[in-house]
């Protein structure tokens, strides 16, 4: 089976703009977690999603958001970029849940940069 | 406020020595506490996981010593190799099924 796709891979975008994320959930799996990753904090939940509904929410503010589609490939979106929003981007999908029960695969993450 | 510490930062070890990551919770309501590793350019990779009834695993060269009173687990790596030189995060399933990752340890496994 294909891994986890994340798209895209680098992306450097300037203050006050905004950014779309790209991920591909290994097939069959059903929910999407994403995570920012920093030298500092190391990595913080964002969001998960599961057919298609947000089931559970981090601490990040309301710039943040994202979606699920039919096909599990899941978006995030970052709006009003800030220089600290400088960070990895990682997608995790899971067989059914974020849970306990079901391992977490990692994609390769997108890095972002903001200038 | 970090609700998984985890020290050290980073680690320098031998080859074939012995490689020790801790890592301490407060939330009692955790149960379920995942090691990953990382290389660079890549996302994490599941390495070994316990729950809080087991207090320890063993999977290979990784073991997971897990101490429920002092809220505290631990990742040994024996006879660590130059290949295991990675990031490695300790993390726990909180309520709500969201992870909480500690900050990484950057480990050097010197030839």
């Known amino acids: 089976k294909a891994g986890v796709t994340q798209t895209p891979r680098y992306l450097i975008k300037t203050r006050g703009q905004q950014v779309t994320l790209s991920c591909s959930p290994i097939?069959?799996?059903?929910?999407v977690s994403w995570y920012q990753q920093t030298p500092g904090q190391g990595l913080q939940f964002l969001f998960e999603?599961?057919?298609?509904?947000?089931?559970n929410k981090g601490n990040f503010p309301g710039r943040f958001s994202g979606r699920q589609f039919s096909n599990s490939r899941s978006e995030m979106n970052v709006s009003t970029l800030e220089l600290g929003d400088s960070a990895l981007y990682l997608c995790?999908?899971?067989?059914?849940?974020?849970?306990?029960?079901?391992?977490?695969?990692f994609g390769p993450g997108t890095r972002l940069t903001v200038l | 406020q970090q609700q998984v510490k985890q020290s050290p930062q980073s680690l320098i070890v031998q080859k074939g020595g012995i490689s020790i990551i801790n890592c301490a919770y407060e939330?009692?309501?955790?149960?379920?506490f995942p090691w990953y590793q990382q290389f660079p350019g890549k996302g994490p990779a599941l390495l070994i996981a316990?729950?809080?009834?087991?207090s320890e695993k063993k999977e290979g060269r990784f073991t997971i010593s897990f101490n429920k009173s002092a809220k505290q687990f631990s990742l040994h790596i024996m006879d660590s190799q130059p290949g295991d030189s990675a990031t490695y995060f300790c993390?726990?399933?909180?309520?709500?099924?969201?992870?909480?990752f500690g900050t990484g340890t950057s480990l050097t496994v010197i030839p």
């Open positions: 993390a726990a399933l909180g309520t709500g099924n969201q992870f909480y």
């Open positions: 995790a999908s899971s067989p059914l849940n974020a849970g306990a029960t079901d391992t977490q695969y």
């Open positions: 316990i729950r809080p009834d087991v």
């Open positions: 097939s069959g799996h059903r929910s």
């Open positions: 999603y599961f057919s298609e509904t947000q089931r």
């Open positions: 939330n009692t309501a955790f149960d379920y």
